[in-house]
């Protein structure tokens, strides 16, 4: 599976966009791109993912770039609860032995 | 609906013991899949599970083992306990093992 790059962490204000970027530039044409956070001593949530096209949900945005080697998960309006760990996951459809990083620690502060 | 449940929560066990945990999927879930997370290796992966079957493993020695039962619960299995297997063991489930997943709480093992 290909491996992805996320900064360590980053800061948010609240109400605010939340822009999280993911470098995967070894993805295969069939591989996806998952997000999934995980809020202190809870298990990972799982948010979003897409193929190549922007999808979006109740939760988040997904952009991918058009080459498909990084893409953005934006928050659109953070809350202080969107503080967590969010991880940036390349992986097929099915079958999935999801590879964790060490993802990116988001702090929202008001 | 009701989520992933994972039991027990907590467990304390010794060395040299083994332990089973147990996870029942979201209803009509069958793919049920296991990590381990320990502050300094992160989220690992152990296996997946599928209709019965083991569909994928991760690189955990045979120590640690599942199954899943028809019903598509599934429980793992880790025999002669180390302090290195004090971790939180997270288990999630899809319809068919396709990537979004849902985790459970977790449980966590301490080995003294």
């Known amino acids: 599976d290909a491996k992805t790059t996320q900064p360590p962490s980053m800061d948010c204000a609240e109400g605010r966009a939340a822009n999280l970027p993911c470098n995967h530039s070894t993805i295969s044409g069939n591989e996806y791109v998952y997000w999934y956070r995980q809020i202190h001593s809870q298990g990972p949530q799982y948010i979003i993912h897409g193929l190549k096209n922007n999808e979006t949900n109740e939760m988040a945005s997904l952009i991918i770039t058009e080459d498909r080697k990084s893409s953005t998960l934006i928050l659109p309006h953070a809350t202080l609860r969107d503080t967590a760990v969010y991880y940036c996951?390349?992986?097929?459809?099915?079958?999935?032995?999801?590879?964790f990083g060490a993802g990116t620690i988001l702090r929202v502060k008001s | 609906k009701a989520g992933v449940t994972q039991t027990p929560r907590y467990l304390i066990k010794t060395r040299g013991q083994q332990v089973t945990l147990s996870c029942s999927p979201i209803s009509g879930h069958r793919s049920v899949s296991w990590y381990q997370q320990t502050p300094g290796q992160g989220l690992q992966f152990l296996f997946e599970y599928f209709s019965e079957t083991q569909r994928n493993k991760g690189n955990f020695p045979g120590r640690f083992s599942g199954r899943q039962f028809s019903n598509s619960r599934s429980e793992m299995n880790v025999s002669t306990l180390e302090l290195g297997d004090s971790a939180l063991y997270l288990c999630?489930?899809?319809?068919?093992?396709?990537?979004?997943?849902?985790f459970g709480s977790g449980t966590r093992l301490t080995v003294v």
């Open positions: 999630a489930s899809s319809l068919a093992g396709e990537g979004g997943y849902t």
């Open positions: 996951i390349v992986g097929r459809e099915y079958g999935n032995k999801l590879v």
